[in-house]
């Protein structure tokens, strides 16, 4: 620990809590974890003001190890606890880390809700693309054909493109990373914490304890160099990302924010209200 990185670490995470982590060795998860510090503080965000939800996984865990204001929840759920939290605490900057099983199979619904609804939240969506946590079976993102330890001869269903539901759905922001882009993830982070939106931030992450060892890919190094080789900028001109995955910010528009128009459906409720009572109304 330098000191140019101590007083980040002090700042946001819990030095006394649970360290080590309990992700494996080379997990991409723990670069997310710096990069999200690494954003808040580069935004001035104090760490009493940010809370984060997280739901069943491996990026399930994430909440243990920040000083912030922090739910564990059920798998699947992070996005409806979250959006019970952000309505009644509307002011707290809100994260929500999910991987690729809890946010769009079990927890699809909520994801495809909470980006049409549009409430001002962050959803970092940690795509390792298989179940990590409970052994490796294949997931609604793990390429198609590739093994699994519950799919031995490849994997015979479509891959689910996060990002094209997130939009499709009506999410305002939605961009795409890797966790070997370490300082793009960090700006997108920090470009999607400043927003008033509900925005998405798919992270590709490795996972060679299951995927990449089904696949070929055994160490974090080999998966890493995998991220590189088979993404490019989005900005990239299309004839030269031609079968490489898009990486950026992916969609960009202004919505009206859910909290903001419920705010003002709550005013003119109570108006009506007063209205009534000054009238000498008897309420129902």
Sequence with gaps: MNERT?????????????????????????????????????????????????????????????????????HGRALAVATGLKLARPNMKLIVVMGDGDAVAIGGNHFIHASRRNLDMCAIVVNNMTYGMTGGQFSPTTPTGDPSYTSAYGTIEPVLDIPALAVAA??????????????????????ALGRKTFSVVEVLSNC????????????????????????????????????????????????????????????????????VVAAGVPLP
């Design 208 to 275: 060679h304890t299951y995927y990449g060892k089904m696949t070929g890919m055994k160490t974090a190094v080999e998966m890493l160099r995998w991220m590189k080789e088979s993404t490019a900028p989005v900005t990239l001109a299309p004839e030269r990302r031609i079968d490489k995955m898009p990486r950026g910010v992916l969609h960009d528009v202004e919505r009206t924010e859910y909290g903001e128009a419920y705010q003002e459906l709550l005013v003119r409720a109570r108006a009506d209200r007063a209205r």
């Design 6 to 74: 101590a007083p980040i670490f002090l700042k946001y995470l819990r030095p006394n809590k649970a360290f080590p982590t309990v992700w494996c060795e080379g997990c991409g998860i723990g670069i997310i974890l710096g990069a999200i510090v690494r954003a808040l503080d580069s935004l001035g965000i104090d760490p009493s003001e940010v809370a984060m939800v997280s739901g069943i996984g491996c990026s399930g865990r994430m909440p243990v190890y920040v000083d912030f204001a922090s739910m564990h929840v059920t």
């Design 170 to 191: 009506g999410a305002p922001f939605v961009a795409r990373t890797t966790v070997y882009h370490v300082m793009e993830m960090q700006r997108i982070i920090a470009r």
